[in-house]
């Protein structure tokens, strides 16, 4: 099993579009929990922390369940400049390591 | 808001040569660290530095790599003999703290080896 696996996509949706991205990781001693974003040929960069409690910003929202080894990303109100590859992101991987582990990240397309 | 500087943004360079790729991380961070992205892959953690010496490093990070923070700002990946797959994205991260804390990525050196 893949250590985090998320679904390739392309997710190809219309303006003004709710997406939902789903991520699973492996090891269940994994600490801390993060969505990226990266653009074609461009740094990762974060989008949001992921808490059990679950946590919103503006359109977007996180949740974990930690239980299920599930994190999941909402984007409400799709906008043409989301369309970006989202990196769904594990820390303190087996609970002794700082080290982030990314998955292979979804390819979202906003359509106009 | 303060950013992760890398230099330089594409290095060039032939097979079995060394390079040096550097960064200037966030100033108050104290955690750094190096992954890379092969071209069409996902992104693979390198190295993690903190308190002058490494603390952790994957099995690509072999021999033939080393780091080194030679000053109060600059943090450095050398490769000393490059390989054709070496060619790859290169990001250099920092962080406040430990495994709970997000990392924050530079821009990246593109590294194409011929």
């Known amino acids: 099993r893949k250590e985090v696996e998320q679904d390739p996509g392309p997710f190809n949706v219309p303006e003004g579009a709710t997406v939902a991205f789903n991520c699973t990781y492996s090891?269940?001693?994994?600490?801390?929990f993060f969505w990226y974003r990266q653009d074609c040929r461009k740094e990762p960069k974060l989008l949001m922390s992921?808490?059990?409690s679950g946590n919103e910003d503006g359109r977007f929202t996180a949740q974990l369940n930690r239980a299920s080894q599930y994190i999941s990303l909402l984007i409400r109100d799709s906008k043409l400049s989301d369309s970006a590859t989202y990196l769904c992101?594990?820390?303190?991987?087996?609970?002794?390591?700082?080290?982030?582990?990314f998955g292979t990240g979804t390819l979202l397309a906003v359509q106009p | 808001e303060p950013e992760v500087t890398q230099t330089p943004s594409h290095q060039v360079t032939q097979m079995g040569q060394e390079v040096i790729l550097r960064c200037v991380p966030i100033?108050?961070?104290?955690?750094f660290y190096w992954y890379r992205q092969i071209l069409g892959q996902k992104v693979e953690f390198l190295v993690s530095?903190?308190?002058?010496?490494?603390?952790?490093k994957s099995e690509i990070f072999d021999d033939q790599f080393s780091v080194e923070r030679p000053d109060g700002s600059n943090f450095t990946l050398k490769i000393r003999s490059t390989k054709l797959e070496d060619s790859a994205m290169y990001f250099c991260?920092?962080?406040?703290?430990?495994?709970?804390?997000?990392?924050?990525f530079g821009d990246g050196t593109r590294l194409s080896i011929l």
């Open positions: 991260a920092s962080g406040l703290g430990a495994g709970d804390q997000p990392q924050h």
């Open positions: 090891n269940s001693a994994s600490q801390s």
């Open positions: 992921v808490y059990s």
């Open positions: 992101v594990v820390g303190g991987y087996g609970g002794a390591t700082n080290k982030l582990i």
């Open positions: 100033s108050n961070h104290l955690y």
């Open positions: 530095f903190y308190n002058n010496e490494i603390s952790e």
